[in-house]
């Protein structure tokens, strides 16, 4: 299934038109097919059906609280890695015991607000970090249970911001001081060792990342186990690339699944997975209008009313993002698609072969459902975007847009003396 296809020449969310949905909520506008977030966790479920794996949704892709109710309603977990996402996963309908919380910083306080609401575990990225949460989980009188992560020292082959698994990178600790942690973490009061973890970045596009990965960590797994009889999760992370290219296909959670299981099995532990942008990502769109065309004297500008406090990743990482007319149209221009901030850096496409379009059309920046809306910001004083859901024929608004009164709610201006 896709979320967004042509009908009558006009691109739709399923069966809604994009036009009809700039007109109702105005634009930039986040809009999100639920069929298709349902598709993709239906995708990786089944693939994963005999072992029955715990698909914990990794919220920092997108925390709308629809989205991460689509979710709950299937089944899933969350991935959290903030006290505000863990708060934002219970109240869209995660049950705690489904919800796993990582991050190299977690501070006491969101520690001990993890540990009262008594989640799945804690995924653990420094030995300094197993001795706070002891601390928390003696002072409130409770009990942590902790995954350790562990680096497994794979290239991923991705942008140098988004790689995690390699010794390099501030995530987990070393395959060689994984025993040591673990010990410290048996001899710690108020903890309690369940797994292991480990993530090696994203987005990845071969499965030959995850079986390296997987192929190192397994000995480790088996000697912890035979150590640790409360050792039961084994989480296998996230990071499963997306089609973001016409040339491009999702990795297949099928083909991963085929690849891992027979080590899993063999493993026997209850597999933990932790996608975000396979879930989300093709989910999305952001609708834009253009507001003008301007001839440069190199080039054609064509200025849209999102920016990159909308969507920052082509600003970010270089990312591309495809352009589709809304109007089907075949008639191309070549030039760079950019917003109103102030910044070069504000661009969805530079130097591309974008749609023919005039000002007042609109434009879909597609693959906008991970890490679009929730790295928005308010730089140059724009509120952010509205968010909408469609399911079949309806469309619901899921996040109103930001008024000017949002953008200095909580300010003050000080009396001084
Ligand atoms: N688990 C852990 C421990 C992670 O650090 C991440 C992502 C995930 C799961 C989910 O990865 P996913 O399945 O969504 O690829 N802002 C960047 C991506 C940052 C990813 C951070 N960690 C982007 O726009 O590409």
Redesign the pocket.
């Known amino acids: 299934m896709e979320g967004f296809t042509y009908r009558g020449g006009t691109l739709h969310a399923e069966e809604v038109s994009a036009v009809e949905l700039a007109e109702r909520y105005g634009t930039p506008l986040y809009v999100y097919s639920r069929g298709y977030l349902r598709h993709q966790f239906r995708r990786i479920r089944e693939a994963f059906a005999e072992i029955d794996p715990l698909i914990c949704f990794?919220v920092?892709?997108n925390t709308s609280a629809a989205v991460i109710h689509t979710f709950a309603a299937e089944g899933a977990g969350a991935?959290v890695?903030s006290g505000g996402e863990l708060y934002r996963a219970r109240r869209a309908g995660i049950p705690a015991n489904r919800i796993v919380f990582?991050g190299v910083g977690k501070t006491a306080e969101e520690i001990e607000y993890a540990i009262q609401e008594e989640i799945l575990g804690f995924?653990v990225e420094s030995e300094a970090e197993l001795h706070r949460i002891s601390e928390c989980a003696t002072r409130i009188g409770g009990t942590a249970r902790v995954d350790i992560?562990v680096n497994p020292d794979v290239d991923p082959k991705t942008?140098k911001?988004?790689s995690?698994g390699k010794k390099e990178n501030k995530?987990g600790v070393d395959l060689e001081r994984a025993v040591k942690a673990y010990e410290l973490a048996a001899r710690l009061p108020g903890v309690e060792i369940v797994g292991l973890?480990m993530?090696i970045g994203?987005?990845?596009m071969s499965i030959d990342p995850y079986v390296e990965a997987l192929e190192r960590v397994a000995p480790v797994v088996r000697e912890l186990k035979a150590a640790y009889p409360t050792l039961r999760h084994l989480d296998i992370?996230?990071?499963?690339?997306i089609r973001y290219r016409d040339e491009q296909e999702d990795l297949d959670p099928a083909r991963l699944a085929e690849a891992l299981l027979p080590t899993l099995r063999d493993l026997g532990l209850k597999v933990l997975l932790?996608?975000?942008?396979?879930l989300t990502g093709n989910a999305g769109i952001l609708l834009t209008r253009v507001q003008y065309l301007k001839e440069g004297p190199e080039k054609t500008f064509v200025i849209m009313d999102a920016a990159m406090n909308d969507l920052i990743?082509p600003a970010?990482?270089e990312?591309y993002h495809k352009i589709l007319p809304v109007r089907e149209t075949s008639d191309t221009l070549t030039g760079d698609l950019v917003g109103p901030v102030c910044e070069s850096g504000d661009f969805f496409a530079q130097n591309r072969e974008l749609p023919a379009v005039q000002a007042g059309e609109l434009l879909a920046v597609m693959s906008a459902g991970?890490?679009g809306y929730v790295?928005a910001s308010n730089y140059n004083s724009r509120g952010r975007p509205a968010e909408v859901m469609v399911s079949g024929g309806t469309a619901k608004l899921v996040q109103r847009r930001e008024t000017w009164d949002n953008l200095v709610a909580g300010e003050t201006i000080p009396a001084w003396e």
């Open positions: 990794a920092k892709a991935d890695v990582a995924t992560r942008h911001y988004t995690t995530f973890h993530h994203s987005p990845v992370g996230g990071g499963l690339g932790e996608p975000g942008r396979f990743r970010l990482y990312a991970a890490y790295m």
